[in-house]
């Protein structure tokens, strides 16, 4: 079978309209960069990540309306907090700065956060960019990345478009990472695990004990990247955190977002929590908070005051995805138990037909194909967004 390669800006021109159910495609600008990554299509055009694992994209040849619910990215639909908000519009006329003395005051309350020292901190706009920068240094010289199947896909695209390759190993059937699998799946050749718990595209969860345990002897023989972008939806994320392991030594980066608990997907600020020396080979080649604009950093200072919002956030979102649950029971559907913003749930329909069928609903979600069956990722939005979905899944299934 033939199986086109799309390169990275390329696809999302392409994605655009996944993302954002609009024909925007024409009014997005790409610079072509060195650091296009090569995506395989197959002749339907949809996005293969592994012999197990694609996504679909909708037919960019149909023209939808503006989406009245946007539910495929996995945004909070209630950020930034009023305490970000303020300290952002306050910090703007700053602007013209760069904001390193301030960034340093961000890593130092992180650092103090995270029961760690800021050494141990590495900034980034978003949690991908560290992803992606930690897949450039590491596979420079190529190896291989151990991870489940299905995963979220950053680093590991990244990994393979510098010459890695990914041993992907299936989650089991509880959904949870095969850690077994993935200790034997590491040799001589592999250069990183990567973990993302809670999972993204499933919204599952490893047990906590469990992976301390393979996190702590693993990491002896090859670095351990965690991914907690969702932990913090969790009421007891702290407790679930790998982040103790830094502490202790352990050659463990472990990456957080303000994209998500925090609504601050637009402003682009994360970190990661790594030994120093770990940091050190990352930040040799490539600055880690160079990115982040002052005013951005001025909003997570204070974001992380807002303990009301989070709470906030927290509860709205389970409040969202319990309706969610319910309504996919009510309607026959086995749902995913999820422990993040999103849900997935299995889906009869081809995937591009499903997603052409949702958008002309005015919603917008993502369709996926793993464990043998197709499947719908609902990002979590406000209680009226989550009715228009249900309404509108009511009509496509039908």
Known sequence: MNTPIL???NWLKKSAITAGGLMAAPYLGFAKTSSDIPLTLDQEGNILYSPFFKEYLIDTHTEFKPLKAKLNANENPYGPSPMAVQAMTDAVGGANRYAWRELFQLMDKIATFEGVEAKNIIMGPGSSDLLEKAAMVYFQNGGNVVSADPAYMSLIKVAEACGATWKPVPLKEDWSHDLDAMEKAIDAETKLVYICNPNNPTGTI????????????VSDKVTVFVDEAYLWY????????MVKLVAQGKDIIVARTF????????IRVGYGVAPEATLDKIQNITRGGMGISYPSVHAAIAAMDDEEFIASSRVNNAKARTFV????????????PSHTSFVIFPIALEGKEFLSKMAAQEVGVRAFNFMGKNWCRVSMGTMPEMQLFIDALQKVIV
Do not use: E, P, W
């Open 7 to 9: 390169n990275r800006r």
């Open 325 to 336: 649950c319910d309504n996919l029971k009510a309607m026959g559907i086995d749902y995913v």
């Open 259 to 266: 994209s998500k608990i925090h609504g601050m997907a637009g």
């Open 234 to 241: 969790l009421d007891d994320g702290a407790k679930q955190s």
């Open 206 to 217: 490893t047990d906590s004990k469990k992976l301390l345990d393979f996190c702590s002897r």
